[in-house]
């Protein structure tokens, strides 16, 4: 498989094989509603590479991972389908994301 430096890096930072929370699971999907163009296209890749490294052989070739779904031009996923420590990983993301997005909007204020 080769390097994504992001995964690498997320997955080698999760300590614990626990669930999140309650209020870590609403917090990540009431901030998913906030999310970029770029961030949610970095979701994807993530749930993707994921499911590429951890394969159980039970989903078919043209089937979106984890039991996801079109709508419309939208794919909708199942975050509780999701394994524990993809959620993890995506949580973990998800901040480190939004602080970014905050740090450019202020770049930009700065700038005009």
């Not at 159980?56 to 991972?65: A, C, H, T, V």
């Not at 394994?83 to 939004?98: A, G, S, T, Y």
């Given at each position: 498989m080769s390097d994504?430096?992001?995964?690498m890096s997320l997955d080698k930072d999760i300590k614990t094989s626990?669930?999140?929370s309650k209020k870590q699971k609403k917090n990540f999907i009431?901030?998913?509603k906030i999310m970029d163009d770029k961030g949610l296209e970095m979701i994807y890749l993530?749930?993707?590479f994921y499911e590429?490294?951890?394969k159980d052989g039970s989903r078919k070739e043209y089937q979106l991972p984890y039991y996801g779904k079109y709508e419309g031009d939208d794919i909708v996923f199942?975050?509780?389908?999701?394994?524990?420590?993809?959620?993890?990983?995506l949580f973990n993301?998800?901040?480190?994301h939004i602080k970014k997005m905050e740090e450019d909007k202020q770049k930009n204020k700065l700038v005009l």
């Amino acid at each position: 498989m080769s390097d994504f430096p992001l995964y690498m890096s997320l997955d080698k930072d999760i300590k614990t094989s626990r669930d999140l929370s309650k209020k870590q699971k609403k917090n990540f999907i009431d901030d998913f509603k906030i999310m970029d163009d770029k961030g949610l296209e970095m979701i994807y890749l993530l749930i993707r590479f994921y499911e590429l490294n951890n394969k159980d052989g039970s989903r078919k070739e043209y089937q979106l991972p984890y039991y996801g779904k079109y709508e419309g031009d939208d794919i909708v996923f199942d975050f509780d389908k999701f394994p524990k420590k993809l959620k993890r990983m995506l949580f973990n993301f998800q901040k480190l994301h939004i602080k970014k997005m905050e740090e450019d909007k202020q770049k930009n204020k700065l700038v005009l």
